[in-house]
């Protein structure tokens, strides 16, 4: 009869090696398929702005110069006070009223708001038009600006001149490609370890059968024998 046995390592690479084309064209698959849908997809683009508030200043932003002192940036805990007034309703519903092709919730969805280590408060946008990302941050820190006007008692907002994404941030056709091209290569093995498997037990099945039948056979021959 048909002995089970154990499998090692060597059978694995065997088996691997035996379906290595499929597992190469289901790779292939995968990449062409992830880098074709990642090129279909609208791409977005990303602005960026980042300001902090000095916590002193020798000069009011009235007399139209820089300030010649300024101690450093907020701390972290007052930074993300302010990072809540930018993620208040309020703020987003002053942008959208300034952008006539976007709405609220366009808004809300494009727009993050984040501290960086040294204290200062990052403002992004996303959009598939990066002129409209860009303005969507200026509004962002034109807001903060009017609302804090009073409060700050002049202290002016040191703000570094928005950035945009000269290539999309999403999709990354190349990131995808690979990503796909790798879980290809995950998604072969599997599928070529599962098709070995079924291949081996339907072999091992049919010499269980040959056996049995040259089992069965000799019986009759042995009987056979015996009435003669």
């Known amino acids: 009869m048909v002995e ?8 694995y690479w065997a088996a691997l090696y035996r379906r290595r084309w499929l597992i190469l064209l289901v790779a292939t698959l995968s990449a062409v398929f ?19 508030v000095p916590q002193d200043a020798t000069t009011s932003p009235e007399s139209g110069l820089m300030p010649t002192l300024i101690r450093g940036p907020i ?3 007052q930074a993300r006070t302010y990072v809540a007034v930018l993620e208040s309703r309020d703020a987003s519903i002053a942008v ?25 408060i990052v403002v992004y946008a996303r959009d598939k038009d990066p002129t409209v990302a860009k303005r969507m941050v200026e509004l962002f820190v034109q807001y903060f600006r009017t609302f804090y006007s009073l409060r700050l008692n002049d202290t002016p907002i040191v703000v570094e001149k928005p ?14 490609t690979m990503i796909g091209a790798v879980g290809g290569v995950l998604l072969g093995i599997i599928y070529g370890l599962f ?5 081996v037990r339907a072999l091992a099945k049919r010499m269980r059968e040959l056996e049995r ?10 009987e056979l024998d015996k009435s003669e």
């Not at 089970?4 to 059978?11: L, P, Q, V």
């Not at 950035?163 to 995808?176: E, G, R, T």
């Not at 039948?213 to 042995?222: C, G, H, R, T």
């Open 75 to 77: 701390l972290r805990d």
């Open 4 to 11: 089970h046995t154990a499998h090692d390592g060597d059978d």
């Open 195 to 199: 098709l070995d498997y079924l291949q």
């Open 163 to 176: 950035f945009v994404s000269q290539k999309p941030v999403f999709p990354i056709v190349a990131l995808n």
């Open 96 to 120: 959208a009223d300034q952008l006539k092709n976007r709405s609220l919730e366009d808004v809300l969805r494009a727009a993050d708001f984040d501290v960086s280590p040294s204290a200062s």
């Open 213 to 222: 039948q040259d089992w069965l056979n000799s019986i009759f021959a042995e």
């Open 34 to 52: 992830s880098g074709f849908f990642s090129s279909v997809i609208t791409p977005l683009y990303e602005a960026s702005a980042q300001f902090y």
